[in-house]
Nanobody, 126 residues
Framework: QVQLVESGGGLVQAGGSLRVSCAAS????????LGWFRQAPGKGREFVAT????????DYADSVKGRFTISRDNAKNTVYLQMNSLKPEDTAVYYC???????????????????WGQGTQVTVSS
């Protein structure tokens, strides 16, 4: 089992940048598929980005493509989400997620991940 702890959230002006991190416990970090999701007030949790075990393959929601970058450092047991050109509509609690499953259709679903962090708040002011 893995424990995930997000950090790096905060308040930023529109157009600014922020990087959130997610540190994982355990020695098998490279075995996990990883993802970032977010949940805005009054809305459901939605997919943001996912990264393969090696880090070579990534996928993004259309709403963040070209602005956000997901990366991982398996030596540091950490996954990152670099967020640039932030917009007020990016305001949400950001969650990292991990899965040991060997295969899923597209890794964009909530049910594709077994483990979740507690979330970190990102607020973008206009």
């Amino acid at each position: 089992q893995v424990q995930l702890v997000e950090s790096g959230g905060g308040l930023v002006q529109a157009g600014g940048s922020l990087r959130v991190s997610c540190a994982a416990s355990g020695r098998t970090f490279s075995s996990y598929r990883l993802g970032w999701f977010r949940q805005a007030p009054g809305k459901g949790r939605e997919f943001v980005a996912t990264i393969s075990r090696t880090g070579f393959s990534t996928d993004y929601a259309d709403s963040v493509k070209g602005r956000f970058t997901i990366s991982r450092d398996n030596a540091k047991n950490t996954v990152y989400l670099q967020m640039n050109s932030l917009k007020p509509e990016d305001t949400a609690v950001y969650y990292c997620a991990a899965s040991l499953s060997p295969y899923n259709d597209d890794w964009r679903g909530l049910d594709d991940y077994e483990y979740w962090g507690q979330g970190t708040q990102v607020t973008v002011s206009s």
